[in-house]
């Protein structure tokens, strides 16, 4: 926790942590904060420009760009949130399980997870998509599927930095139950692996859900999300660009604001990481100095 006090003195993590809180905060109250109704239609707004009751204008049905924008960050966040728990659960679950106990149990889950991690992520969520057919709830699954044996393999090279320590040893000599051992002692050890593997991860599973909705397999339509947004919008690139501004930004701001937050939190809760980063800042700030005096 000591070490997590560390990212208030990273400007740049702390404007990730503003961005991310109000774009989650927008997302959570969007009845309340949307000027309008998402999937209301208006055809004599079709197109129309940005105006004080529409801030960003209206799209190729008249309806609402700002209000669809802020609906998205429902699928487009919130909910991949939600599988990324899930995946980190059930690959934390079994990651324990394996490196702790070792043996059988590492030997059958490992295997499990290499015949998963055999295929490329993207290609096996548009595997489970196409099987189970385009839908926000089917790539949510497609993602747990997909996920949680990298999350597990990743939590399992962790833990057995950790089982093998000599303070783990004596618990069990004093014959302490596995689950305590793993619950006081595993879990916080490992834990901060755990955050910066999972903080990185939900860049790319923005990106992959994105992707899916713009190629027509994610989110259908008339529900907003990001990513259909640009798809809607890319007919009228050219001639209308504002549409596929306003959801190209978001994603990309949001993307930026999570991957800013992954780099900050490994070196905040990896000491060796901060020592590094700051005698390079040293260094480089010295250098800077010769070369002045130098001029």
Not at 71 to 81: A, C, H, K, T
Not at 110 to 116: E, K, Q, T
Not at 125 to 143: D, H, K, R, S
Not at 248 to 257: E, P
Request: aromatic share 10%; charged share 15%; glycine share 8%.
């Amino acid at each position: 926790m000591k070490r997590l006090l560390n990212l208030g003195r990273d400007k740049l993590a702390v404007l990730s942590l503003i961005v991310i809180g109000s774009v989650l905060t927008a997302g959570i109250f969007a009845p309340f904060v949307a000027p309008h109704d998402p999937q209301q239609v208006n055809m004599g707004l079709r197109y129309a420009g940005m105006s004080s009751a529409y801030w960003l204008g209206n799209d190729h049905l008249g309806r609402c760009i700002l209000s669809r924008l802020i609906y998205g960050i429902r699928p487009s966040v919130l909910w991949v949130l939600v599988a990324l728990l899930a995946s980190v659960g059930v690959g934390a679950l079994l990651g324990l399980a394996a490196g702790y106990f070792r043996e059988k149990i590492d030997a059958v889950i490992m295997r499990i997870c290499d015949v998963f991690l055999s295929f490329p992520g993207y290609v096996m969520t548009l595997a489970v998509v196409g099987i189970l057919g385009p839908g926000l709830e089917n790539i949510l699954i497609a993602f747990i599927a997909t996920k949680w044996a990298w999350f597990a393999r990743v939590i399992r090279t962790s833990v057995m930095q950790y089982a093998e320590k000599d303070y783990i040893k004596f618990a069990r000599a004093s014959g302490i139950g596995h689950v305590r051992i793993i619950r006081t002692h595993i879990v916080p050890a490992a834990f901060a692996d755990i955050a910066v593997v999972s903080s990185s991860s939900v860049c790319s599973m923005i990106l992959q859900i994105s992707g899916l909705s713009f190629l027509g397999l994610g989110i259908q339509a008339p529900n907003p999300e990001w990513g259909m947004m640009l798809n809607e919008a890319r007919e009228v690139m050219f001639s209308k660009p504002q549409l596929m501004l306003a959801p190209g930004i978001a994603i990309v701001a949001v993307v930026s604001a999570f991957n800013f937050l992954s780099d900050a939190l490994q070196v905040a809760l990896d000491p060796k990481l901060g020592a590094s980063a700051e005698s390079r800042r040293n260094k480089e700030g010295k250098q800077a100095r010769y070369e002045y005096i130098g001029s």
